[in-house]
């Protein structure tokens, strides 16, 4: 069995004994769910799925542009990488697994990682925020999500999602 070396163990002491801080990130996440750069894939289904009202048992890989605004060509913030799976035999309610992986602005580099239940009938979601990396080591907080637009002729959606996160900062020496 490996052990931690003595630096990275005196790295998370000083992460347990740091500053903790809060911030708020609006994001958009542009979810093509169709067509010719389609970023959401089906790669599992149960016995049940294609009668399913809720498509029941569906599993599906997500890897969607994060950007600054609602306009797909705005700031590109990161990627939003994760499995969606259909987990609810009475509504239309996904289980997610996604991270947020921030390749621009002020967060690059780190990541959030968020869990939870999504019924897609509600108009506003809360999702767990419960770990990062990079700047977010230590992350706990919550998303709200809601869908900003969808069109359905081209099977493309925007996702816009509100981020309270509070976190451990880490000194200059631990980045």
């Known amino acids: 069995m490996a052990y931690a070396s003595a630096q990275?163990?005196?790295?998370?002491?000083?992460?347990?004994?740091?500053?903790?801080?809060?911030?708020?990130?609006?994001i958009f996440v542009q979810?093509?769910?169709?067509?010719?750069?389609?970023?959401?894939?089906?790669v599992a289904r149960s016995s049940i799925t294609a009668d399913s009202p809720t498509s029941f048992g569906q599993v599906r890989v997500v890897d969607d542009l994060i950007t600054a605004e609602p306009n797909k060509t705005s700031e590109k913030i990161g990627r939003i990488q994760g499995l969606i799976t259909s987990a609810d035999l009475e509504e239309s309610a996904l289980a997610m697994n996604l991270n947020f992986i921030f390749t621009g602005g002020k967060y690059n580099g780190s990541t959030l990682c968020m869990l939870g239940r999504n019924p897609?009938?509600?108009?506003?979601r809360e999702?767990?925020?419960?770990?990062g990396t990079g700047l977010f080591r230590m992350a706990r907080g919550y998303a709200i999500t809601n869908t900003y637009s969808y069109d359905v002729e081209t099977n493309y959606g925007v996702l816009e999602y509100n981020i309270?996160?509070?976190?451990?900062?880490?000194?200059?020496?631990?980045?």
């Open 164 to 175: 309270y996160v509070a976190y451990v900062e880490a000194s200059i020496a631990d980045q």
């Open 120 to 124: 897609l009938g509600n108009n506003y």
């Open 31 to 42: 979810d093509e769910l169709g067509g010719e750069n389609q970023t959401v894939w089906e």
């Open 8 to 26: 990275e163990q005196a790295r998370f002491q000083n992460l347990c004994r740091g500053t903790e801080k809060t911030t708020t990130i609006q």
């Open 127 to 131: 999702l767990a925020i419960v770990g």
